[in-house]
Nanobody, 127 residues
Framework: QVQLVESGGGLVQAGGSLRLSCAASGRTFSTFTMGWFRQAPGKEREFVAAITRSGLTTYYVDSVKGRFTISRDNAKNTVYLQMNSLKPEDKGIYYC????????????????????WGQGTQVKVSS
């Protein structure tokens, strides 16, 4: 079992920044790929970013490229999502997810690739 707990969400003005954190426990964090997803009201949960076990390779959905950065600290069992230049369309509940099976190739952007999920943290962006 893997437990994931997100934090760092909040209300920010457009153009502002937030840093989300996701703390993992239960299994060896460095053995699985991590991802971030988000879900806006009335919409499907969508992939945002993913990072390999080593942290050396990352992948982003086009809409956040150049603005968001995913990173991880395996010593702290934590994955981060630094979000800059936030836009109103970035609002939603942000979920971190763990892919413990790590089936290649990277990245895997579908929800079914991830077998553990956090409870989510809400991000609101005012215009």
């Amino acid at each position: 079992q893997v437990q994931l707990v997100e934090s760092g969400g909040g209300l920010v003005q457009a153009g502002g920044s937030l840093r989300l954190s996701c703390a993992a426990s239960g299994r060896t964090f460095s053995t699985f790929t991590m991802g971030w997803f988000r879900q806006a009201p009335g919409k499907e949960r969508e992939f945002v970013a993913a990072i390999t076990r080593s942290g050396l390779t990352t992948y982003y959905v086009d809409s956040v490229k150049g603005r968001f950065t995913i990173s991880r600290d395996n010593a702290k069992n934590t994955v981060y999502l630094q979000m800059n230049s936030l836009k109103p369309e970035d609002k939603g509940i942000y979920y971190c997810a763990a892919d413990t099976r790590v089936v290649p190739p990277f990245p895997r952007t579908g929800r079914d690739a991830y077998d553990y999920w956090g409870q989510g943290t809400q991000v609101k962006v005012s215009s």
